[in-house]
């Protein structure tokens, strides 16, 4: 398809289990970029991709979340251990990245709705 | 620090106008402007780089005073497919590296009536 692609679009999981989650952003677009969006809140800053290079991982609330892009195209997001707390939407937005024809728009996937139980 | 918007919700019917505000403590280098329907994904409707430049398009336009750290988008004669929850995303980088790591507020929930 033309937009970023998120999967899966929902996952539940029993407290302590990895979960996986997966973007595939727009064709062409270097940047990459992972959200979490609590219920009723706005999306919150998790982590940032130039291509296949992690510039930005400041917004990740625990060595629990780890996230890669290693080719500079697909990225997976991964929870170890999931607790409550982590319940919550991850959006993957991606765009074009530096350059005149970026016009800082962000491109987002629908997310995937994660429930810890 | 997240931005601040107000109202937290609005009411309108049909033709009715409306304004959403977006007030930042820090100095803001640009303004982003989402809307997201229920279940789906946010989607973008305009960036202010610029102290108080106003862009548009359509009847839904928006400013930015970077002396007041504060941008508002103007909605004009709403139609049905305008509701939903804006939020705006503030940027504090210069650099084209952070165009996309934004600080979003909390949201205003927009629900227009025939």
């Known amino acids: 398809g033309a937009g970023v692609s998120q999967s899966p679009r929902y996952k539940v999981a029993k407290r302590g289990q990895d979960v996986a989650l997966r973007c595939d952003p727009i064709?062409?677009?270097?940047?990459l970029f992972w959200y979490q969006q609590a219920l009723g809140q706005g999306p919150e800053f998790l982590t940032y991709?130039?291509?296949?290079?992690?510039?930005?991982k400041s917004g990740l609330p625990s060595d629990r979340f780890f996230a890669e892009r290693p080719e500079g195209s697909v990225s997976t997001l991964k929870i170890q251990r999931t607790q409550q707390e982590d319940s919550a939407v991850y959006l993957c937005?991606?765009?074009?990245?530096?350059?005149?024809?970026?016009?800082?728009?962000?491109?987002f996937g629908e997310g995937s709705r994660l429930t810890v139980l | 620090q997240q931005p601040v918007q107000s109202p937290q919700a609005v009411i309108l019917r049909e033709g009715e106008d409306a304004v959403i505000n977006c007030s930042s403590s820090?100095?803001?280098?640009?303004v982003h402007w989402y809307r997201q329907k229920h279940g789906e994904a946010p989607i973008f409707l305009m960036i202010?780089?610029?102290?108080?430049e106003q862009k548009g398009h359509d009847k839904i336009s928006a400013s930015f005073n970077e002396k007041k750290q504060q941008s508002s988008l103007y909605l004009t004669a709403s139609q049905l497919s305008y509701s939903g929850t804006y939020f705006c995303?503030?940027?504090?980088?210069?650099?084209?590296?952070?165009?996309?790591?934004?600080?979003f507020g909390q949201g205003t929930i927009l629900t227009v009536h025939p």
């Open positions: 991709f130039q291509n296949e290079a992690q510039l930005d």
């Open positions: 820090k100095a803001l280098y640009s």
């Open positions: 202010l780089l610029k102290g108080g």
């Open positions: 064709s062409g677009h270097v940047s």
């Open positions: 995303g503030t940027g504090f980088n210069a650099g084209g590296t952070s165009y996309g790591k934004l600080t």
């Open positions: 937005a991606s765009s074009l990245g530096k350059g005149a024809q970026n016009t800082g728009e962000l491109f």
